[in-house]
């Protein structure tokens, strides 16, 4: 499963720093999110960078106010993700997912996932937590 958005690139309603052009992309994909059913960004958060001030510092989730244990920050329906179906095989699976990946970004504009796959096209190879290993993929899990 890779879902329509990076951990660490997904918005609340409330605040975007759109300084540059990943944050460009990254306010489409919470404008796009927003019209997702069944979605949810609390407006505790915000993603912004790291430093607003360095436009290459990294952007991450930040407070904006307290939050409680267990309170829900966000919430990406399955239906908001590009999904395939699993054949039991981890290899074939990812194949398949890179397909339809492809296929997608072959769509450009027409594509359900439009503002994200133009996001993956801005993304170097490893910054994408499919293409993790199994173990930086569990501990993203766990985080």
Aim: overall charge negative; aromatic content about 8%.
């Amino acid at each position: 499963v890779l879902p329509k958005l990076a951990l660490g690139c997904t918005l609340p309603w409330a605040f975007v720093h759109a300084n540059d052009s990943a944050s460009g992309h990254i306010q489409a994909i919470a404008d796009w999110l927003r019209s997702e059913e069944n979605a949810y960004f609390s407006d505790k958060v915000e993603i912004r960078r790291a430093n607003p001030s360095d436009p290459n510092s990294h952007l991450g989730m930040f407070a904006t106010s307290d939050i409680s244990a267990q309170e829900r920050l966000l919430h990406i329906p399955k239906d908001s993700l590009i999904r395939v179906e699993s054949s039991g095989r981890y290899i074939d699976d990812m194949c398949d997912l890179a397909k339809t990946l492809i296929g997608e970004m072959e769509l450009g504009d027409d594509s359900e996932y439009a503002p994200f796959v133009k996001y993956l096209k801005t993304k170097h190879n490893g910054q994408i937590p499919s293409t993790w290993t199994l173990e930086a993929q569990e501990l993203l899990k766990n985080i």
